[in-house]
């Protein structure tokens, strides 16, 4: 009857929170907070992304949700060439990668109880309504404001970077997700949004097309076992970090570390080569 959401942003976790208190489960936070984040943390987070869910129901069922980002078709060696230094793409249309996220919320809705509709709303209060701008996001603003300016100028205040305590809206943003709500994920890599990032790849020398959109799966697995100190533990497999976590932790098992302070000096040490 209690459950705890923790996120990179505040906001973000109280989303996660509310979809708690109206009877969702853990995967229902859990895709409010990735929503939320997409809002409150973009230099972080959001719909263009990629990312993994692991996932261990009350019935015993078990989920390792892959929805890593793939590269478009036409992003060949010989393009790659053709652009010149990656530096160089990193930042335009070109080096944009097939979103994985709104494929990942798709697959993980099948473990939801509440619809996607109730999951997004938090998300799109926030973007329209706006929210109070913290430090980091200033800071980010002010680190990034040339490449900004010039790719995402919507991320600023006149061309000028936020300063913390100030509100911020991104209406567009809410327009998106009010769309993903009403018409499912396939509005992403199929409907009126993939036909909208078509057409502006297009306009701007981008590599991605509506196809590489359909193409994308968000991929089922089974979660890899470890154990640590007796205790079971569920990590995604290859391509992200999960068996090098395991491995860590079972060569921290030779070691009493709790005889250790946190600041010990051995410990970190310890940690450090594990």
Known sequence: KQGMVTAAHPLAARAGAEILEKGGNAVDAAIAVSLALGVVEPYASGLGGEGYMVA???????????????APALATYENLGKAGELSKVRYTPKGYCVAGVPAG?????ELATLPLEVLAAPAIRLAEEGFEVNETF??????????????????????????AGEIFRNRSLAKTLRTIAEQGVEAFYSGELADSLDRFMRKNDGWT?????QAYRAIAKSPI???YRGYEI???????????ILATLNILEHFNLAMMSWDDPLAIHIMQEA
């Open 234 to 244: 569920s990590v995604p497999g290859s391509p992200v970090g999960g068996p090098r």
């Open 138 to 163: 200033s800071k980010v603003n002010m680190d990034r404001w040339e490449i900004l300016r010039e790719n995402a100028p919507e991320f600023l205040k006149d061309e000028m970077p936020w300063a």
């Open 105 to 109: 919320i798709g697959k993980a809705l």
């Open 56 to 70: 261990v129901m009350a019935d015993g069922r078990e989920i390792a949700i892959d929805f890593r980002s793939t």
């Open 225 to 227: 076992k470890g154990s």
């Open 209 to 213: 097309r509506k196809s590489d959109l």
